[in-house]
Protein backbone atom coordinates (compact mmCIF):
# COMPACT_ATOMS: atom_id res chain seq x y z
CA UNK A 1 0.00 0.00 0.00
CA UNK A 2 1.35 3.55 -0.75
CA UNK A 3 1.66 6.03 1.41
CA UNK A 4 2.35 9.58 1.15
CA UNK A 5 2.44 11.32 4.81
CA UNK A 6 3.01 15.08 5.13
CA UNK A 7 3.35 17.23 7.68
CA UNK A 8 5.52 20.73 8.49
CA UNK A 9 2.57 23.31 7.36
CA UNK A 10 0.90 25.90 9.94
CA UNK A 11 0.98 29.44 10.16
CA UNK A 12 3.47 31.93 9.92
CA UNK A 13 4.18 35.44 9.38
CA UNK A 14 5.35 36.72 6.50
CA UNK A 15 9.01 36.92 5.82
CA UNK A 16 9.04 33.82 8.16
CA UNK A 17 9.96 30.03 7.30
CA UNK A 18 8.62 26.31 7.23
CA UNK A 19 9.79 23.22 6.57
CA UNK A 20 7.46 20.70 4.85
CA UNK A 21 8.36 16.68 4.71
CA UNK A 22 6.96 13.96 2.98
CA UNK A 23 7.36 10.59 4.18
CA UNK A 24 6.92 8.23 1.22
CA UNK A 25 6.22 4.64 1.54
CA UNK A 26 6.78 0.92 -0.58
CA UNK A 27 9.14 0.59 -3.28
CA UNK A 28 7.87 3.67 -5.07
CA UNK A 29 10.39 6.53 -3.40
CA UNK A 30 13.54 4.53 -4.89
CA UNK A 31 11.62 4.18 -8.17
CA UNK A 32 10.03 7.80 -9.19
CA UNK A 33 10.93 11.76 -8.23
CA UNK A 34 8.67 13.50 -5.55
CA UNK A 35 7.07 17.34 -6.20
CA UNK A 36 5.33 19.71 -4.60
CA UNK A 37 2.44 21.23 -5.57
CA UNK A 38 -0.15 23.90 -3.58
CA UNK A 39 -3.31 24.62 -4.46
CA UNK A 40 -4.83 27.68 -3.04
CA UNK A 41 -8.58 28.91 -2.84
CA UNK A 42 -9.76 29.43 -6.30
CA UNK A 43 -6.73 28.55 -8.02
CA UNK A 44 -5.16 26.20 -10.09
CA UNK A 45 -2.75 22.81 -8.43
CA UNK A 46 0.55 24.60 -9.53
CA UNK A 47 4.27 22.70 -9.21
CA UNK A 48 6.24 24.61 -6.55
CA UNK A 49 9.26 22.16 -6.79
CA UNK A 50 9.80 18.51 -7.92
CA UNK A 51 13.48 16.84 -7.88
CA UNK A 52 14.57 13.47 -9.81
CA UNK A 53 15.95 10.34 -8.91
CA UNK A 54 19.16 11.56 -9.85
CA UNK A 55 18.54 14.89 -8.01
CA UNK A 56 17.50 16.88 -10.86
CA UNK A 57 15.45 20.10 -9.46
CA UNK A 58 12.72 22.13 -10.89
CA UNK A 59 11.14 24.73 -9.21
CA UNK A 60 8.14 27.22 -9.74
CA UNK A 61 9.01 30.51 -10.84
CA UNK A 62 7.34 32.59 -7.61
CA UNK A 63 9.52 30.44 -5.15
CA UNK A 64 13.07 30.33 -6.85
CA UNK A 65 15.53 31.52 -4.95
CA UNK A 66 13.39 31.04 -1.71
CA UNK A 67 12.54 27.71 -1.72
CA UNK A 68 14.84 24.27 -1.57
CA UNK A 69 13.43 20.89 -2.05
CA UNK A 70 15.88 17.97 -1.54
CA UNK A 71 15.32 14.23 -0.57
CA UNK A 72 17.12 11.78 1.45
CA UNK A 73 17.00 8.49 0.27
CA UNK A 74 18.02 6.55 3.19
CA UNK A 75 14.78 8.06 4.62
CA UNK A 76 12.32 8.15 2.16
CA UNK A 77 11.78 11.30 2.31
CA UNK A 78 11.26 14.50 0.58
CA UNK A 79 11.55 18.16 2.30
CA UNK A 80 10.75 21.27 0.86
CA UNK A 81 12.91 24.46 2.79
CA UNK A 82 10.34 27.53 2.32
CA UNK A 83 12.18 30.89 3.10
CA UNK A 84 10.99 34.47 3.17
CA UNK A 85 7.31 33.42 3.08
CA UNK A 86 5.37 35.70 1.52
CA UNK A 87 0.89 35.84 1.78
CA UNK A 88 0.66 34.50 -1.55
CA UNK A 89 2.25 31.26 -0.85
CA UNK A 90 -1.01 30.51 1.33
CA UNK A 91 -2.49 27.24 0.05
CA UNK A 92 -2.97 23.66 0.57
CA UNK A 93 0.72 22.04 -0.54
CA UNK A 94 0.49 18.08 -1.57
CA UNK A 95 3.18 15.91 -1.98
CA UNK A 96 3.07 14.06 -5.22
CA UNK A 97 4.95 11.11 -6.24
CA UNK A 98 5.89 9.53 -10.01
CA UNK A 99 8.22 8.72 -12.94
CA UNK A 100 8.52 12.59 -14.63
CA UNK A 101 7.09 15.09 -11.60
CA UNK A 102 9.35 18.16 -13.08
CA UNK A 103 7.20 17.85 -15.77
CA UNK A 104 3.97 16.22 -15.12
CA UNK A 105 2.16 15.43 -11.80
CA UNK A 106 2.52 11.57 -11.12
CA UNK A 107 -0.27 9.14 -10.12
CA UNK A 108 -0.02 9.15 -6.16
CA UNK A 109 -0.76 12.27 -3.78
CA UNK A 110 -0.57 12.88 0.00
CA UNK A 111 -3.37 14.40 1.76
CA UNK A 112 -2.16 17.87 1.82
CA UNK A 113 -0.80 20.13 4.71
CA UNK A 114 -1.81 23.93 4.94
CA UNK A 115 0.20 26.93 4.33
CA UNK A 116 -0.92 29.83 5.88
CA UNK A 117 1.21 33.31 6.00
CA UNK A 118 0.25 36.33 7.37
CA UNK A 119 1.26 39.82 6.10
Known amino acids: QVQLVESGGGLVQAGGSLRLSCAVS????????VAWYRQAPGKQRQLVAG???????RYGGSVKGRFTISRDNARNTVSLQMNSLRPDDTAVYYC?????????????WGQGTQVTVSS
Open 51 to 57: ITLTGTT
Open 96 to 108: NVGRNVITTPGDY
Open 26 to 33: GNIFRDNG
